[in-house]
């Protein structure tokens, strides 16, 4: 491997540096030069282009947007479609029934918000920053943080032409050094610097572990007589049952375009369980089947979900930097709503920041950040629905509609919760249960017009890498899949993955484990599930990875 600390590389300095143009990293960068003009602010994003990486099923809570840039209508913002209708059932085989809306607390209503293409969001905020005076840089993934003494001073980005063995290559490009006073970092869920910063300065101690779910999405054109702009439908139970927690969104955008996606809670026990399959079925369910039959599949793509809550939110700051956004956690799950958090994260992020510097400072922790997190907006929407998820978790989904219920309601009415603050426990990985405690499922074979097998599915999320580079898909010990996942867990990378990434293939000389990273949609399931923590998952070349259109 290229010894990171003798290549020599160009450095630059910028006051405040933020790794990943998501909506978390462009809401500080567009405050930061709200606050101060003359700022030096450079913004990293590992996508092709903006919104290339960003998935979001998005009905989205325009709260965070109205304290950033108010008259956002006015600039032409990409928010048009209002919800008009908000449905929620619960799913059998073959029925549902509909739960009404007026038992739910008024934090779980949708009217008021928006169904929006976050990737169409955040190419429009990339450009309000720049003309601030933002610099973007897509393309340049951030492998390595740069450290001065115990502070983060800065990330490597943009190293290119690596061999596969991790030499540099005839193409070799070393990267930049970019240096900051602060380093913000805005990585979206499970991002690779981010995990660094969490084990180096063990940010999570004393914190719950961070929980997630698997989010997988199609874009489908429908029948324009089916079309209902502004629909918006969640559904649980069937096909999960038992096997899972998770559910489904069906939202109604614009141009005959509905998003349908399904959510699985990644702390399942049953090894045999296939995510990507349950979504695929789903797609059978009547309900579900009417709308799309005569219509057609046009984008996919699937991205981790933080799920743990205000119990699991680690220690936002380190020397020289935060973590903002999912980086840090901050999706309300029973809103299923997490975009307007990041902006506010981002917003208060660039405001202590502006403020260190304004005063000397650079290098230090902004404390003063943890506390807005903490005491402002983003608290009051976290802590009355902390208790929904380790409920549904430890007693199951009727339970925890009942109870977590209750418990909201009482907190939105009195600041209260009178459940306390449940614990999550285990993590994913360690939920995941061993192969002979369950039986297989058999899951129907897709029929390539509702449903469709997952190598099909994944060309529809333009997913690109460079072959001849190292895979970004490192494993600890490269023996532990076949010798421990295979006899113990039947090996459940198989199935986990969304994108066929891993596979076990019988050969001559017994099974031996594949990795397939061109397929790689950048979710980090692997790097959360897998159930002997062997996989890690690193930045590839920059730019490679899926291309989102408007996901």
């Not at 928006?114 to 003309?131: C, D, F, K, L, P």
């Not at 393309?139 to 991790?166: H, Q, Y």
């Not at 913000?184 to 660094?196: F, I, T």
């Not at 005491?375 to 409920?391: H, T």
Request: net charge negative; aromatic share 8%.
């Amino acid at each position: 491997m290229a010894d990171q600390d003798q290549i020599e590389r160009e450095s630059m300095e910028f006051d405040v540096v933020i790794v990943g143009g998501g909506p978390a990293g462009l809401s500080a960068a567009i405050r930061l030069k709200q606050i101060d003009p003359d700022l030096n602010v450079v913004v990293l994003e590992k996508g092709s282009e903006i919104g290339a990486h960003i998935l979001s099923g998005a009905v989205l809570d325009t709260s965070g947007l109205d304290a950033l840039i108010p008259d956002w209508r006015d600039k032409g913002a990409p928010i048009h479609q209002e919800v008009t209708a908000d449905n929620f059932y619960v799913l059998g085989e073959g029925g549902q029934v509909r739960v009404p809306n007026w038992p739910m607390p008024p934090l779980m209503s949708n009217h008021g918000k928006y169904i929006v293409s976050m990737g169409n969001v955040t190419r429009w905020m990339a450009e309000q920053a720049e003309a601030m005076g933002v610099e973007i840089f897509p393309g340049m993934a951030c492998s390595a943080l740069v450290m001065d003494g115990d502070r983060v001073a800065g990330v490597i980005a943009g190293e290119m032409g690596l061999n596969p063995d991790g030499t540099p290559g005839p193409q070799y490009e070393p990267g930049m050094e970019l240096r900051g006073k602060y380093v913000l970092l805005a990585e979206g869920v499970r991002g690779s610097l981010s995990k660094q910063v969490m084990e180096r300065y063990e940010l999570s101690d004393g914190h719950e572990p961070q929980k997630f779910g698997l989010g997988m999405k199609e874009i489908w054109e429908v029948d324009p007589a089916k079309f209902k702009p502004g629909t918006v439908t969640h559904t649980m139970g069937w096909p999960l049952g038992k096997n899972a927690g998770g559910g489904s969104f069906i939202y109604h955008m614009e141009n005959n375009q509905v998003l349908v996606g399904f959510v699985v809670h990644l702390n399942y026990a049953n090894p045999y369980l296939y995510p990507y399959m349950e979504f695929q079925r789903f797609k059978h369910h009547p309900m579900v089947a009417e709308l799309l039959e005569g219509g057609k599949r046009v984008a996919y793509g699937a991205r981790a979900i933080s799920e743990g809550g205000w119990q699991s939110i680690p220690k936002l700051t380190f020397p020289g930097g935060a973590l903002l956004g999912c980086s840090a956690g901050l999706v309300n799950v029973p809103r299923i709503k997490g975009n307007h958090n990041a902006m506010l994260s981002g917003i208060a992020a660039a405001n202590a920041a502006a403020a260190a510097i304004a005063e000397g400072r650079e290098g230090d922790e902004l404390l003063a950040y943890e506390t807005d997190l903490r005491s402002g907006p983003i608290a009051r929407d976290l802590k009355p629905v902390r208790n929904v998820k380790p409920l549904w978790s430890k007693l199951g989904l009727t339970a925890s509609l009942v109870l977590g219920g209750f418990d909201m309601w009482v907190a939105n009415l009195t600041g209260w919760n009178p459940l306390g603050t449940l614990k999550h426990g285990k993590t994913d990985a360690q939920a995941t249960g061993k192969a002979k405690d369950f039986k297989e499922i058999n899951y129907p074979r897709p029929d390539g017009k509702l449903s469709f097998d997952r190598l099909t599915n994944v060309a529809y999320s333009f997913t690109n890498h460079e072959e001849s580079q190292p895979s970004h898909l490192k494993l600890k010990d490269a023996s532990v899949p076949i010798a421990v996942n295979l006899p113990e867990y039947a090996e459940p990378a198989q199935r986990y993955c969304p994108a066929g990434v891993y596979e076990v293939i019988e050969g001559a000389d017994g099974p031996r484990f594949q990795i397939n990273f061109q397929n790689c949609v950048h979710c980090k399931t692997c790097d959360i599930k897998d159930p002997s923590q062997n996989i890690v998952w690193t930045t590839p070349q920059g730019g490679d990875g899926p291309n989102y259109p408007n996901m």
